[in-house]
């Protein structure tokens, strides 16, 4: 089924460590991004890539980064985890119609 | 840059009763917009979106949205709630911002609660 796996699901991480949430689609879609989701703020993008090889900051990009070696894998990594960074991610890709398609999500806790 | 506003972040309406949950946007150029909907503990499940062509928008399970230019609106509409539409619905806009990139921004979110 084409569409955008995440993984982990969820993950309970200790402040300090390092974590790479991965993300990967095979619809070959160029447009890639990491939104966080909080209680009370909605969904808030975090990096973008407009086509493999390139990346950009979103509105939160503090304490992330990422990378896009390709077109299908689009993996986040947060170098020292801080319980702010507690959070459920979201990964989405953008098709040439405007239309955006969803992972499940990772539900991380930085204790 | 653009940005979306929900007007209440709690809704609250009888089983059977209109649905009516507000949004309103802000774009320099012109935007796709779109309504979504997450039950809990899950992810996110496209109602609806408009895209420059009809102006009224039906989407699934009996909602539909209309976007308005003049008042920057896209307010999602359903005639009948049922105890099935109770979740969370975010209001998004996409819009050309530069250098060969789309960005998708949400809104805060507006609870639904159907009261039986």
């Known amino acids: 089924i084409a569409g955008i796996t995440q993984a982990p699901t969820s993950q309970i991480l200790a402040a300090g460590r390092r974590m790479t949430l991965r993300c990967t689609q095979d619809?070959?879609?160029?447009?890639m991004y990491w939104y966080r989701q909080d209680l009370g703020l909605g969904l808030r993008l975090i990096h973008y890539?407009?086509?493999?090889?390139?990346?950009g900051k979103g509105e939160v990009p503090d304490g992330y980064s990422v990378s896009r070696a390709n077109t299908d894998d689009f993996p986040l990594t947060l170098a020292s985890a801080v319980p702010s960074q507690t959070s459920v991610y979201f990964c989405?890709?953008?098709?040439?119609?405007?239309?955006?398609?969803f992972g499940s999500g990772t539900r991380l806790t930085v204790v | 840059a653009q940005s979306v506003t929900q007007l209440g972040s709690h809704v609250s309406v009888s089983e059977g009763a209109l649905v009516l949950l507000r949004c309103n946007y802000s774009?320099?150029?012109?935007?796709?917009l779109f309504w979504y909907v997450q039950y809990p503990n899950q992810g996110l499940q496209l109602l609806l979106k408009?895209?420059?062509?009809?102006?009224l928008v039906k989407g699934i399970n009996g909602f539909e949205a209309e976007f308005k230019k003049s008042e920057t609106s896209f307010h999602l509409t359903k005639p009948s709630a049922h105890m099935s539409d109770a979740a969370e619905y975010f209001c998004?806009?996409?819009?050309?911002?530069?250098?060969?990139?789309?960005?998708?921004?949400f809104g805060k979110g507006t609870k639904l609660s159907v009261i039986p």
């Open positions: 774009s320099s150029v012109p935007p796709y």
């Open positions: 890539s407009n086509t493999a090889g390139t990346t």
């Open positions: 408009y895209t420059s062509a009809a102006t």
């Open positions: 619809m070959r879609h160029n447009a």
């Open positions: 998004a806009v996409s819009a050309y911002s530069g250098a060969g990139s789309y960005q998708l921004t």
């Open positions: 989405a890709s953008r098709d040439d119609l405007g239309g955006y398609t």
